[in-house]
């Protein structure tokens, strides 16, 4: 009976280390997946900031997509699509290039997944958009900048960046601003760009109000791009 017992308990104690192992297994799959798949998302962030900057001319512009969600196997998300939040700031170290870290971060509970830098001699500039609140941008400011990028938000999500280069008296710009993937929603947004810009500037066709920018305020000189929209990717 002693020796039955044994072997009884030899057997709960080897399917529980089993299952032990397969669990960690399971989740060290899980994890990995979701790096992978998060830096990926990050990595086309880089990847198009780098080609925006390296490009030749005075203005170059891309819209960056952004997907909805990342596959996340055994993570307990519905249908394995975790969604997350993108974070991009703007890091100012004096004597040194500006830092753009871009952060993702699962939406639940804004932990981080994954983060990566970038380091750029040029004027960086963020812009804000929330489409809940009429839909203008706004320049963030202060001593290290954030946005954030929300790709389920409601009632627009906001998938894509716009990421336009301006080189302005010798000097290079970065712009970047959030919008939807809708080329109409883009373009807005860019226009206002080009009115706070301009307004920035001193340009006088371009005061007041730049939700609404008047068609005197884009044609005007004072920002060396044109009002114009790239195809998501390009």
Not at 48 to 57: A, E, K, M, N, Q
Not at 105 to 112: A, M
Request: glycine fraction near 6%; charge should be negative.
């Amino acid at each position: 009976m002693l020796a039955f017992i044994l072997s009884k308990m030899n057997l709960l104690l080897m399917v529980t280390a089993i299952f032990a192992i397969m669990a960690y297994f399971t989740f060290f799959v899980s994890q990995s997946v979701v790096l992978r798949e998060a830096q990926e998302v990050l990595n086309r962030f880089s990847e198009d900031t780098y080609g925006v900057l390296t490009s030749s001319g005075q203005c170059h512009q891309t819209i960056v997509p952004i997907p909805h969600y990342i596959y996340a196997v055994g993570s307990g998300e519905r249908r394995n699509q975790l969604r997350f939040l993108v974070s991009i700031s703007k890091i100012n170290i004096p004597g040194e290039k500006t830092q753009l870290s871009f952060s993702l971060l699962r939406k639940k509970d804004e932990k981080v997944l994954a983060a990566k830098l970038f380091a750029t001699n040029a004027e960086v500039n963020l812009y804000s958009w929330d489409p809940s609140t009429g839909g203008t941008i706004a320049e963030e400011t202060g001593s290290d900048p954030t946005i954030v990028l929300n790709p389920v938000s409601e009632p627009l999500e906001t998938d894509s960046l716009l990421l336009i280069k301006e080189v302005y008296h010798g000097s290079t710009n970065l712009y970047a601003v959030p919008c939807n993937n809708e080329a109409a929603v883009c373009a807005a947004n860019y226009g206002q760009l080009t009115c706070l810009v301009k307004k920035s500037r001193g340009i006088s066709a371009c005061t007041g109000d730049c939700s609404n920018p008047s068609d005197a305020c884009l044609k005007e000189e004072g920002f060396n791009c044109e009002v114009g929209i790239a195809t998501p990717g390009s």
